[in-house]
C-alpha cells in the first residue's frame, strides 16, 4: 500500500531564511508526487508536481522539490521565505490508477 | 468556469441522520475524489472515481457511500451520522497527463458537525 510521510508536524523559520520540508513515500512503481499548500479556512493549491523527467522540479512562489528514488523522498525548499508563505504544506502520491494519499502535513510558522 | 463546487458550506446533523454533500466541476474531468480533514490532520481519501459509473473505495470509506452517474457530479452520502464524522469534506478533481492523474482542484470544502 501507498504512503505518505512528512515527519516535521511544526517547522517555524524566520522571514529571509530557508525552508525544507520533508516528504517520504512508500510505493512500488513510479510515483506521481505533489505538494500542495493550504492557507487557514482554504482549500488545497498545487505549489508544484513530479511525473517524470528532471528530478528537481520547480514550483509557483519560488517553491522547488527533488525527487530521489534512493531515499524515497521527495522534499520541498525555498531559498527565502516571506511572511505569506506561512500555511500549511501536504505532500502527496498518487499512483496509476488514481488513488491518492497525502501526509498529515507540515505547519510553518514565519517569524518576523 | 466556476471549478468545483460544494454545497452545503456548513451542516449540523443530529445522529442518526442522514445527507447528501453534493461536489460539481465544469473542467470535464475524468477523476474525481472526496476526502476528510479532521484538525490538525492531513486529508484522508473516503472514495474516488476515474469516470462516470466507476467508483472505488479510499482509505476511510465506512459509513458513506457514493454514485458517478455523470462526469459533472460526484455526490458523497452519509447514512446514519455519527460523531466520528464530524469533519470538514473537500471534494475534488482532476484530469490525466502522462496516462496518469495530474493536478487536484479542490472545491471549498463543507463543515459538517454531528451532534
Known amino acids: 500500500a501507498q504512503s505518505v510521510t512528512q515527519p516535521d508536524i511544526h517547522i517555524t523559520v524566520s522571514e529571509g531564511a530557508s525552508l525544507e520540508l520533508r516528504c517520504n513515500y512508500s510505493y512500488g512503481a513510479t510515483p506521481y508526487l505533489f505538494w500542495y499548500v493550504q492557507s487557514p479556512g482554504q482549500g488545497l493549491q498545487l505549489l508544484l508536481k513530479y511525473f517524470s523527467g528532471d528530478t528537481l522540479v520547480q514550483g509557483i512562489k519560488g517553491f522547488e522539490a527533488e525527487f530521489k528514488r534512493s531515499q524515497s523522498s521527495f522534499n520541498l525548499r525555498k531559498p527565502s521565505v516571506h511572511w505569506s508563505d506561512a500555511a500549511e504544506y501536504f505532500c502527496a502520491v498518487v499512483n496509476n490508477a488514481g488513488k491518492s494519499t497525502f501526509g498529515d502535513g507540515t505547519t510553518l510558522t514565519v517569524k518576523p | 468556469n466556476a471549478g468545483v463546487t460544494q454545497t452545503p458550506k456548513f451542516r449540523i446533523l443530529k445522529i442518526g441522520q442522514s445527507m447528501t454533500l453534493q461536489c460539481a466541476q465544469d473542467m470535464n474531468h475524468n477523476y474525481m475524489y472526496w476526502y476528510r480533514q479532521d484538525p490538525g490532520m492531513g486529508l484522508k481519501l473516503i472514495y474516488y472515481?476515474?469516470?462516470?459509473?466507476?467508483?472505488d473505495k479510499g482509505e476511510v470509506p465506512n459509513g458513506y457511500n457514493v454514485s458517478r452517474s455523470t462526469t459533472e457530479d460526484f455526490p458523497l452520502r452519509l447514512e446514519l451520522a455519527a460523531p466520528s464524522q464530524t469533519s470538514v469534506y473537500f471534494c475534488?478533481?482532476?484530469?490525466?497527463?502522462?496516462?496518469?492523474?495530474?493536478?487536484?482542484?479542490f472545491g471549498p470544502g463543507t463543515r459538517l458537525t454531528v451532534l
Open positions: 475534488a478533481s482532476s484530469s490525466a497527463s502522462e496516462g496518469a492523474p495530474d493536478t487536484q482542484y
Open positions: 472515481s476515474v469516470g462516470a459509473g466507476i467508483t
